[in-house]
Nanobody, 124 residues
């Protein structure tokens, strides 16, 4: 079983930055595709970014390309989401997630394990 715990959310003004972290308790963290999704009030959860086991492959939603960067540190069992140039429409609960099924599913936002989420609020 994999446990994922997010941190780093908060309130920021438009144009600002935040870095989300997600710590995993699993021993096989380095073998998982890791990703971030988000859910805004009244909307469905949507894919944000994914990274493969080595960090050599990444995928981003069009809405965050060029502003967000996903990375991972397998020695620390942690995945990060650096968010720059934040916009009010980025306001959402951000979820960390892990996929055992490889890049094909993880890069599409299909995951086996989910964290509890962390709130990001961007004020205008």
């Amino acid at each position: 079983q994999v446990q994922l715990v997010e941190s780093g959310g908060g309130l920021v003004q438009a144009g600002g930055s935040l870095r989300l972290s997600c710590a995993s308790s699993g021993r096989t963290f380095s073998s998982y595709v890791m990703g971030w999704s988000r859910q805004a009030p009244g909307k469905e959860r949507e894919f944000v970014a994914a990274i493969n086991w080595s960090g050599g492959l990444t995928s981003y939603a069009d809405s965050v390309k060029g502003r967000f960067t996903i990375s991972r540190d397998n020695a620390k069992n942690t995945v990060y989401l650096q968010m720059n140039s934040l916009k009010p429409e980025d306001t959402a609960v951000y979820y960390c997630a892990a996929s055992r099924r490889g890049w094909g599913t993880g890069s599409r936002g299909e995951y086996d394990y989910w964290g509890q989420g962390t709130q990001v609020t961007v004020s205008s």
